[in-house]
């Protein structure tokens, strides 16, 4: 594993697929093989669910800048890649385990949406918290178009954002949604001009990254077990979350900080 912890930098050159930065409570990911649309090759695979993996051990890392070189964000599995025999597998062993890492992540990811995000590449999208996109971003739900059908989340996360029936729309029809028409069906938070999309989400990131990061990461798990649990078992976790944080540090800061009328400089403890 190349990720040293106490260092709290992770080495460009040990990812051939990723480029991988840190700084100021900020991980950035962005995906490198502009060449094929950054399209999901074996080696991208391993190293993603490496980079999410380190960035949920580094309590320097605070917030996660999600984001893709070249024109395209994600154009889902590389087709040139031949998996068709063991595609089950595939799913099972390294892309489901992606996706888990970046819901199951106690810390806020920031989707930066470059250009068209098609197949796994829009459900990689999807298991972002948040979403930013460049106006030449696009969504495409590309199973279809090859016979196949939705993976990676993109079954889960598209009905519980936009809806049953426009989610079955952009599945079977499998037509791009442009950014400003995933803007009105909140696919995204919020659509920039191009050369604002990294500065918008960099900006995004460092308010989360000052934010109380234990409270984030129980208030993301809270929501993910709202998508698929009964109010009940939401009630109880709440419960139980909000006992944690509130021996956290940072919880401690809050109060004091409201009752001196000052700003709180959370620590993520
Ligand atoms: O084995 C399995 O399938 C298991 C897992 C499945 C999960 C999935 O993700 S299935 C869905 C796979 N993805 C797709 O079907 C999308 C395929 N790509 C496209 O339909 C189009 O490229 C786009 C609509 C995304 C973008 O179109 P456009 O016109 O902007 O770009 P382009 O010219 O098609 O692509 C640019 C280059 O990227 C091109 O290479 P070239 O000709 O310049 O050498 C193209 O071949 C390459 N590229 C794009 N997508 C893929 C890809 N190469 C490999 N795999 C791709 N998915």
């Keep these: ?97 992606l996706i888990r890492a970046m819901r199951e992540l106690p810390k806020p990811v920031v989707g930066a949406i470059n250009g068209v995000a098609a197949g796994a590449g829009c459900s990689l999208a999807l298991a972002c918290d948040v979403r930013v996109a460049s106006e030449q971003a696009s969504f495409l739900q590309a199973f279809v178009r090859i016979g196949l059908v939705p993976d990676s989340g993109s079954s889960f996360f598209l009905p519980q954002l936009i809806g049953m029936a426009r989610a079955a729309e952009m599945v079977f029809l499998a037509e791009p949604v442009p950014a400003a028409r995933a803007l009105e069906l909140g696919l995204v938070n919020r659509v920039v001009p191009p050369d604002q999309l990294l500065p918008a989400a960099h900006e995004l990131a460092s308010r989360l990254a000052q ?7 129980q208030a993301k798990r809270q929501l993910n077990l709202a998508l698929s649990a009964g109010l009940e078992a939401v009630l109880e976790e709440e419960a139980s979350g909000q006992a944690m944080a509130a021996q956290t540090y940072d919880h401690q800061e809050g109060m004091k900080a409201f009752l001196e009328k000052r700003e709180p400089k959370f620590l993520g403890r």
């Design 211 to 217: 934010l109380p990061t234990r409270a984030i990461g």
């Design 1 to 97: 594993m190349p990720y040293d912890v106490k260092r709290g930098n992770l080495a460009v050159e040990k990812f051939s697929t990723l480029l991988f930065e840190q700084a100021d409570g900020v991980a950035a990911i962005t995906l490198n093989r502009p060449d094929v649309l950054n399209s999901f090759n074996s080696a991208m695979r391993r190293d993603l669910l490496s980079a999410f993996q380190a960035v949920a051990r580094d309590e320097g890392a605070r917030a996660v800048v999600l984001s893709a070189a070249g024109r395209g964000f994600c154009a889902g599995q590389d087709l040139r890649e031949d998996i068709g025999s063991v595609i089950g597998e595939t799913l099972r062993q390294e892309y489901n385990p």
